[in-house]
């Protein structure tokens, strides 16, 4: 099984930057991707940014241009920044990897349990 380790968040002041990460520990095998989400009171878990293995990048149009998603692959560790926070950006973030591991292979797609961000204006 593959469990995962996120930090950062907390309490921030608008302007401010966020700095999260997470790692992935046990069967980890072959990860393809790692990304971060969010999900807002009263609102779906909406994608936040994401990067492939081979450090393709997607981001949410409400944080491009002012954030990065950084895998460190030898680490099994995704970093996500996200620069000049603004009140809209409080949520819970969620880490998701996915991978596959052993000779058939078996695919998993695992989250993280989440840590609270908010940002005071």
């Known amino acids: 099984q593959v469990q995962l380790a996120e930090s950062g968040g907390g309490l921030v002041q608008a302007g401010e930057t966020l700095r999260l990460s997470c790692v992935a520990s046990g069967t980890i095998g072959t990860i393809t991707s790692m990304a971060w989400h969010r999900q807002a009171p009263g609102k779906e878990r909406e994608l936040v940014a994401s990067?492939?293995?081979?450090?393709?990048?997607t981001y949410a149009e409400s944080v491009k241009g002012r954030s990065t998603i950084l895998m460190d692959i030898g680490q099994n560790t995704v970093y996500l920044r996200v620069n000049n926070l603004r009140p809209e950006d409080t949520a819970v973030y969620y880490c998701?990897?996915?991978?596959?591991?052993?000779?058939?292979?078996?695919?998993?797609?695992?989250w993280g349990q989440g840590t609270q961000v908010t940002v005071s204006s």
């Open positions: 998701n990897v996915a991978g596959s591991y052993g000779r058939l292979p078996t695919e998993y797609d695992v």
């Open positions: 990067v492939t293995y081979n450090g393709i990048t």
